[in-house]
């Protein structure tokens, strides 16, 4: 393929570090160099032993750089996968910069195209011609650099793991080692009384039903058996179709263990049809597989979270913080640990909103009166609460009909904030100092009422208000109605559009409060006699508020950070590149603040957020100062947005 036939990707090339800067001559006479490849899903891209005449810039789609562990055998070991915007071809560099290697070098990697995709051949004579552009070769050594460092890191983690093997095996296998296969298939038009004596036949729980062209339309498990047929007496001749769960959530064959765990904890579902890449039916994933297989009995507290009281609630805590031991220890990355620990604390939260519900109806109280969701604030909001700390919550209500009584709504409301506070006090929740909680008045309302609310922090941009902002801004639907969160949704955004002073004032902030960046080598630390780092305070807050702003400014409210750093990526604020580069900071920071927080809970020490440098690694170090580098750079973007550089 041409450039030419395939304008798409013509400005994807001509703006990539390699290209950037070039006249028009010089970009069309590099590209009759060189040349577009495309590779359908499971074609080889480079084979190994084969001599490497340049890079491949991918363009589309995603590759896996892996070796056959046995020889003539198809079992293979993923090194890396590698997505639009990355380079395949790194190990032969030495190759081109002319050092001699002391023995034949014979490349053992392979990659193979896991999607259809796109790469750009550059052959060497392209890069020798480029090499002389101090940026080009900047490009390429902070490419190679980041490479290494994740292929040394991943050794690492691959080593150690090794040594705990039977203790770690199950969080690092992945879902098409776990699932039942063949998956037992039914048809639309299949009877259901054929489909009871399919399942007792088989000994299975659930059966999928597809349709003609053999594609997923829905699941039936001996739950919808039991509640949709038995339970309502119906009688026989009924069809799978009508009897069914349609399009059920799935997982990928290729999904690791704790995704699967995720996925479960998620979409509180215990079935799992497991697909391939063409969403055909391979096999079917339980919770109970999953539970087998991880036989530390941690996920247990499904069971507990869902059938606690009052007596004990206060045990699913503890039940919680093995499951994040385990999850540390067995060096599971930190954003995958908090989405694990997350849906967790979810289900907690969810199910002390249901107690406090049917607290407030056995008082006398009744149904809720009117249509009304719950939100989570602050650390709880972001998905970043790992270990119990204090309420960030509030209610919002639908306005009330003509007909009904505004202040039995509230009265109703009021009990409701109320008995929340209590629930979740008693499942280890501390009342919040501030108290940003449901129980409060000001954290408490109908959707007009949060709109008065909102235009009173936008008008009165105080210290603070924005610090009122700020916790609400991370807010996160958790429970009741969907129409509500909607509503109110559509109407924050509409208030912060509104209110461009409070985002001004929230940026002149962040202006006068700089990230500050830690200057390497990092003997630079003992120079400045600095000795450690509110993590919090000098790179999560600042992450967050900057974030925020940016996301308010362009139409992007609630969610968790990760969220909002896609939007505004897909939106045209940020590049690919810096989404990655904000991700990394992201996970970073977090990584040390959950490492350090959990070994002073387990030492019995007092909780902090001050990091001490002694006491993390030297590579946690240089990543920190990396990461702090990136939020400053993030900070700068929201106040730009302002016009204050």
């Known amino acids: 393929m041409s450039l030419q036939e395939n304008n798409v990707y013509y400005n994807q090339i001509k703006n990539h570090p390699l290209f950037s800067g070039a006249s028009v001559a010089e970009f069309g006479a590099f590209m009759e160099?060189?040349?577009?490849?495309?590779?359908?899903?499971?074609?080889?891209?480079?084979?190994?032993?084969?001599p490497r005449e340049g890079l491949l810039l991918i363009l589309e789609g995603m590759t896996e750089v892996y070796v056959n562990t046995k020889e003539g055998h198809s079992s293979q070991e993923v090194l890396e996968v590698l997505e639009a915007g990355d380079i395949i071809g790194f190990s032969s560099l030495a190759d081109f910069l002319g050092q001699p290697s002391e023995v034949e070098v014979n490349y053992t990697v392979e990659v193979q195209a896991v999607e259809k995709s796109v790469c750009l051949q550059i052959p060497y004579s392209v890069l020798e011609k480029r090499w002389d552009k101090e940026e080009v070769r900047e490009y390429v050594l902070r490419q190679v650099s980041v490479r290494l460092r994740d292929i040394y890191a991943s050794l690492a983690e691959q080593v150690q793991l090794a040594s705990q093997w039977g203790e770690s095996e199950a969080f690092i296998r992945r879902v098409q080692d776990i699932m039942t296969t063949p998956p037992i298939v039914v048809d639309q038009e299949t009877e259901v009384d054929d489909i009871a004596r399919i399942m007792v036949k088989e000994s299975t729980s659930s059966v999928v039903v597809e349709?003609?062209?053999?594609?997923?339309?829905?699941?039936?498990?001996?739950?919808?058996?039991?509640?949709r047929v038995v339970a309502k007496g119906m009688a026989s001749?009924?069809?799978?179709?009508?009897i069914m769960t349609p399009r059920p959530f799935t997982i990928q064959r290729q999904a690791y263990y704790y995704e699967a765990m995720s996925s479960f904890l998620m979409n509180r579902v215990k079935h799992l049809p497991v697909v391939d890449e063409n969403q055909s039916v391979k096999g079917m994933l339980t919770l109970s597989d999953l539970l087998r297989q991880q036989n530390r009995g941690k996920f247990e507290i499904l069971?507990?979270?869902?059938?606690?009281?009052?007596?004990?609630?206060?045990h699913v805590k503890k039940a919680?913080?093995?499951v994040l031991g385990n999850l540390i220890q067995d060096k599971i990355p930190t954003l995958q640990i908090l989405n694990i620990i997350t849906q967790l604390f979810d289900r907690l939260v969810r199910h002390c909103v249901v107690l406090a519900v049917e607290s407030v109806e056995e008082k006398g109280y009744g149904k809720p009166p009117v249509a009304y969701s719950f939100y989570l604030m602050g650390s709880g909001g972001r998905g970043e609460q790992f270990m119990l700390t204090d309420q960030d919550h509030f209610l919002v209500y639908e306005d009330p009909e003509d007909h009904q009584d505004p202040d039995e709504i509230e009265m109703y409301f009021r009990m409701l904030g109320g008995e929340i506070v209590l629930w979740l006090e008693r499942a280890g929740y501390r009342p919040c100092d501030g108290n940003m909680m449901a129980s409060e008045h000001s954290w408490r309302g109908s959707v007009s009422k949060w709109a008065e609310r909102l235009r009173t922090w936008g008008v009165r941009a105080t210290n603070e208000n924005i610090?009122?902002?700020?916790?609400?801004?991370?807010?996160r639907y958790l429970y009741g109605e969907e129409a509500v969160d909607e509503q109110f949704t559509k109407m924050v955004l509409q208030q912060m559009e509104k209110s461009r002073i409070f985002l001004y004032r929230a940026a002149e902030q962040e202006k006068a409060s700089p990230v500050q960046t830690l200057d390497h080598p990092i003997r630079a630390l003992f120079r400045l006699k600095k000795e450690s780092i509110d993590i919090k305070k000098n790179a999560l807050f600042p992450f967050h508020h900057s974030l925020q702003i940016l996301a308010a400014h362009h139409g992007v409210v609630g969610g968790v950070p990760t969220d909002q750093i896609k939007?505004?990526?897909r939106k045209g604020v940020f590049t690919e590149a810096f989404e990655d580069e904000l991700l990394f900071a992201y996970e970073i920071v977090l990584k040390i603040r959950v490492e350090q927080s959990w070994n002073r809970y387990s030492r019995g020490e007092q909780s902090s957020s001050e990091i001490k440098f002694t006491h993390i690694k030297s590579r946690d170090k240089e990543e920190l100062m990396l990461a702090l580098k990136t939020i400053r750079s993030l900070q700068n973007q929201a106040i730009g947005a302002f016009g204050m550089m």
């Open 33 to 50: 160099d060189c040349n577009l490849r495309e590779y359908e899903k499971g074609d080889t891209v480079l084979f190994s032993k084969t």
């Open 211 to 227: 349709d003609e062209d053999r594609k997923l339309v829905g699941i039936i498990t001996e739950k919808d058996l039991v509640h």
């Open 237 to 242: 001749g009924l069809r799978a179709r009508t």
């Open 303 to 314: 069971q507990e979270v869902e059938e606690s009281n009052a007596e004990t609630l206060p």
């Open 320 to 322: 919680i913080y093995e």
């Open 467 to 475: 610090l009122l902002g700020h916790n609400f801004l991370a807010f």
């Open 567 to 569: 939007k505004l990526t």
